[in-house]
């Protein structure tokens, strides 16, 4: 790369930054894209970590030594994640969004990249230090979620199928509960698309009883997988506490109250914002 003035290393640096979440770069990388001095690069860095956290950005640390460098963590505060949400609240209370058995029309919500963008940094916000190595989600409507959640943290996904599907090769498939209604379901997974031993962060779309994520749960057992964290984009809070199959989640809507009859709903901020 071309020797570039200030101003225009700032910038550049700035989008190389962002685009390369959670990784470590060194300063002798810069110094060298840049073909600029290393004092020089700490002191850009330096302008941008103020910036960065003043803005609410993320978090650029330094890490000192000979195989140090600086890292990129996006994040996001706490009051401008609730500033969304109360927006996404009341889009997701909108009557005609109720569907038959409680839930919620939210496809067309979980298309536009804004919403999917605050959503993945939220995630990654609640989620940054749990030293993750993948990304789990089952099929349909939980991938967008992921793949946000994922772009984030610089992680890759892996999605559940509810059937096995012959370009996947050999599977692993358990059958599980429906949390909700109770009803016998299957799901899989690639033997290849896991690693034995992961960390993984599971995130789906909407969750009753937590059924659906209890099965992927099970399905990280057979892969000797650990669950690092749930993440949940909005939660049913009509559940009966004893009919709730799991507790240690991150949930970032609540539908506290849905009427059938009306299409009335009650959409409130969920425990991410208590946590």
């Keep these: 790369m071309k020797k570039l003035k200030r ?21 002798t990388a810069f110094a060298d894209r840049y073909q600029s001095a290393k004092s020089s690069i700490s002191e850009d860095l ?8 003043e803005e609410g950005f993320g978090e650029l640390n330094t890490l000192a ?5 600086v890292k990129y963590t996006p994040k996001m505060h706490t009051s401008t994640a609730l500033s969304i949400m109360d927006n996404i609240c ?5 009557p005609e969004r109720v569907l038959p058995g409680g839930y919620l029309y939210m496809t067309d919500m979980l298309g536009q990249p804004e919403l999917l963008a605050d959503v993945g940094r939220m995630f990654a916000t609640a989620f940054a230090d ?7 989600t089952v099929e349909t409507k939980g991938i967008p979620l992921a793949y946000a959640t994922a772009a984030c ?4 996904v892996v999605i ?18 429906s949390g909700s209604n109770k009803r016998i379901q299957t799901m899989s997974l690639a033997r290849r698309a896991l690693k034995e031993q992961s960390r993984v962060l599971i995130i789906d779309d909407f969750m009753k009883a937590g059924g659906t994520i209890q099965g992927m749960m ?29 507790e240690d989640y991150v949930s970032l809507a609540t539908l506290t109250a849905v009427d059938l009859k009306t299409k009335q709903t009650k959409v409130i901020p969920g425990n991410y914002f208590k946590i």
């Design 130 to 136: 749990r030293n993750i190595d993948v990304i789990m």
């Design 160 to 177: 559940v199928r509810r059937d096995n599907k012959v370009t996947e090769g050999s599977a692993v498939s358990i059958n599980y509960v």
């Design 7 to 27: 101003s225009a290393r700032l910038v550049e640096m700035t989008q190389y930054l962002l685009s390369r979440p959670h990784t470590l770069i060194s300063l």
């Design 218 to 246: 099970d399905l990280l057992f057979e892969f000797k997988a650990t669950v690092a964290g749930v993440g949940v984009f909005v939660e049913s809070g009509e559940v009966e506490h004893e009919e709730r199959l799991l």
């Design 46 to 53: 330096a302008i941008i970590k103020e910036v960065f956290e």
């Design 90 to 94: 009341r889009q997701l209370e909108q």
């Design 65 to 69: 030594g000979a195989a140090g460098g």
């Design 153 to 156: 943290l610089n992680l890759p």
